[in-house]
């Protein structure tokens, strides 16, 4: 751990005689925010913090979740930003005003060192799952957030995932994520699930050749999976998405066996077929389970 991370430790000894105003700072654009020891301390900490969350604190809390340094950023601010919202600390106003702030990075441009849209896509996750327990946004608003979901999702380029040193972007996840909470919300309607799907579909074999390790199958399959349940989506259009996913005329299935390109897209492309056909053949819901000949079917195709 480098110097800026003892720092932040530093802040979480000094959790029970800090001020409020001390435990997360802007300070010469750098982030200073303290680091809970335990589950305990962050709940006294996301209770000091959120008690006093005016517009200024959540923006100081929302540019630390693109910090760098993986100390402040994930087990700061967003262990922070998620024990809040899971502890109901904050209303429907603030989050709102968070909602829009973290959407502002996933239409922008990446940063320089490509964390802050991975995070704020995992922190966006953390307000849909606040809507879906207890709704505040309304239909217009879920609506832009499923619409930002999918056009994040689809233009995901950067696949890396725990560097070490530098901590989790695993923007592919952590946009499952965000898909996966509004997938479960049973306000999302039938013409925002279609932009998802595409764009899930884009991602379950980049483009780049990228080879999937760190359990994006898994988390690609979870919305696709609750995304099931729901009855306005019938058979033959889950047959025609899945019929997306096979071998096609595309360069990286034309290209010769053993290449790098051929070999990532059947290595992922296994991968979530097989995330599928379990899950679904486990499941005790007859619409999950009528994805799994499907996911078989998959599998049939693949080289």
Known sequence: MGATGMKARFLAAALPLAAPQAMLAQEAGACEIAV???????????????????????DDL???????????????????????????????????????????PLAAPDDAVGFRKPVAALALSEVARADRIAAFL???????????????????????????????????????????????????????????LAALGVQIAPVDHHHYHQGEAGRLGRPILFLAKRTDIDDAARAAWFRTLHPDAALRWQAPDGS????????NSTAFAQAIYVAASESQDPQVRRLAPLALGLIEALP
């Open 62 to 104: 929302i540019a630390c979740l693109g910090d760098p340094d993986p100390v402040r950023r994930d087990e700061g601010a967003f262990a922070l930003w998620s024990e809040g919202l899971r502890g109901k600390l904050l209303s429907p106003e603030p989050m709102r005003h968070a909602m829009q702030r973290l959407s502002a």
């Open 138 to 196: 309304t239909d217009a608003e879920c609506h832009a957030l499923a619409q930002l979901s999918a056009t994040y999702m689809r233009g995901i380029a950067d696949h890396s995932g725990f560097v070490a040193g530098e901590g989790w972007r695993h923007g592919v996840a952590h946009g499952a994520d965000l898909m996966l909470q509004l997938a479960l919300n049973p306000r999302l309607a039938r013409a925002d699930v279609d932009p998802m």
């Open 36 to 58: 809970a020891a335990d589950p305990d301390s962050r709940k006294a900490l996301a209770a000091a913090v959120f008690s006093k969350a005016d517009e200024a604190r959540i």
């Open 260 to 267: 790098d390109e051929k070999l990532a897209a059947a290595h």
